[in-house]
């Protein structure tokens, strides 16, 4: 079956430096999708994008994030001058349709120094 | 605004006997609600959603929206159902339409004992 799949599976960053997270989405599908969850805390979503643009955003993803689907298969998850409490899972998600079921990653862990 | 609230953090129960793990919602619009689940060291998987009223490995969920719940049960709980349980809610638009963002309750650590 098919799987979402994101690299690395651990990051470790030294605050105030860029960090990249990488997925590689369902290769049929067509809405992209990331959450973060805060030890302890609640999957919170991030951002969709589809047809290469973002189609809605928390309030979360500020200025500081970005994404980006550079290639056919790849979807980017950009943080730049990350901060302490920008430590989390990240997961990646993506679905054939809008109102089809997400499918997740396994998720990068990233710490920030 | 959306949310979801499940109450327990942690649910245990013994082999065989029925389990309900709690889920309510806040949502002013026509919700989609489902239950997502994450196995020990593996991702988080679909388990149900309400609009297709499957059973999945013997759980059932039933929206009710009078009293705006979704609860996740089953009737004899087996040692390999123990996890991590999530309710999620996604928000349908006037035309029916998946939003597509999914907000997650807190989730609820399922401990099935022998």
């Known amino acids: 079956e098919p799987e979402v799949t994101q690299t690395p599976s651990h990051q470790v960053t030294q605050m105030g430096q860029e960090v990249i997270l990488r997925c590689v989405p369902i290769?049929?599908?067509?809405?992209f999708y990331w959450y973060r969850q805060i030890l302890g805390q609640k999957v919170e979503f991030l951002v969709s994008?589809?047809?290469?643009?973002?189609?809605?955003k928390s309030e979360i993803f500020d200025d500081q994030f970005s994404v980006e689907r550079p290639d056919g298969s790849n979807f980017t998850l950009k943080i730049r001058s990350t901060k302490l409490e920008d430590s989390a899972m990240y997961f990646c998600?993506?679905?054939?349709?809008?109102?089809?079921?997400?499918?997740f990653g396994d998720g990068t862990r990233l710490s920030i120094l | 605004a959306q949310r979801v609230t499940q109450p327990e953090k942690l649910l245990s129960v013994f082999k065989g006997a029925p389990v309900e793990l709690k889920c309510n919602y806040s949502?002013?619009?026509?919700?989609?609600l489902f239950w997502y689940v994450q196995y020990s060291r593996q991702r988080l998987q679909l388990l149900l959603r309400?609009?297709s009223r499957e059973s999945i490995k013997g759980f059932t969920a039933d929206l009710n929206k009078g009293e705006t719940s979704f609860h996740l049960k089953k009737p004899f709980a087996q040692e390999e159902d123990s996890a991590m349980y999530y309710c999620?809610?996604?928000?349908?638009?006037?035309?029916?339409?998946?939003?597509?963002?999914?907000?997650f309750g807190q989730g609820t650590i399922l401990t099935v004992h022998p």
């Open positions: 290769s049929n599908h067509l809405y």
């Open positions: 949502y002013s619009g026509s919700p989609e």
């Open positions: 999620a809610l996604s928000g349908r638009g006037a035309g029916g339409t998946s939003y597509g963002k999914l907000t």
């Open positions: 998600a993506s679905s054939r349709e809008r109102d089809q079921p997400q499918h």
């Open positions: 309400h609009i």
């Open positions: 994008f589809y047809n290469n643009e973002i189609s809605e």
